[in-house]
């Protein structure tokens, strides 16, 4: 299956460091959590900063390698998002099973003793996090991308072209 002319293989080798990336600051976020830090500290350790961070990364490869076009900033984005709401199913999911609270199942709308509000969590994630996030990555990436064939023209690109 291709996506923009590329297969789903070369997508994940080209995002492989920001998947990588992005699962670094989930792992830091739950330790920062997890030794007390300062609420400021925490907040500063965010994955879904690290998942736009990433997307702005992707666009930035895209252009430099002059791989694909719009479509891969949004298959990046999509990809990049699911994985990131992925790590957070997870970790609320291992809070669930284990009767304990991490900081992704520290909510004031959301009590980790109420079953259904942790399941209407990750229903939330699955459903708006990928969906709204996923969209607004795309939109950032596709005017990085706009900005970068204008100011930082690629020269093969404008050979093809032709």
Partial sequence: M????????????????????????WVL????????????IIRIVSVTTATAFSIILAVIFFHARNFGGYTSVFVASLMLNIWAEL???????FAMITHTNNIYTIHPSFPAEA????????????????????????????LMLWLQRILVPNKERDVINL
């Fill in 2 to 25: 291709k996506i923009g002319g590329y297969g789903l293989r070369e997508y994940f080798r080209l995002l492989a460091p920001l998947f990588g990336l992005i699962g670094a600051v």
């Fill in 115 to 142: 079953e259904a509000a942790t399941l209407s969590h990750i229903y939330t994630h699955l459903t708006l996090g990928i969906g709204i996030g996923t969209l607004g990555g795309a939109a950032v990436g596709f």
């Fill in 29 to 40: 976020r739950i330790i920062v959590a997890e030794a007390n830090s300062p609420p400021q």
């Fill in 87 to 93: 790590l957070i199913i997870a970790a609320i999911l």
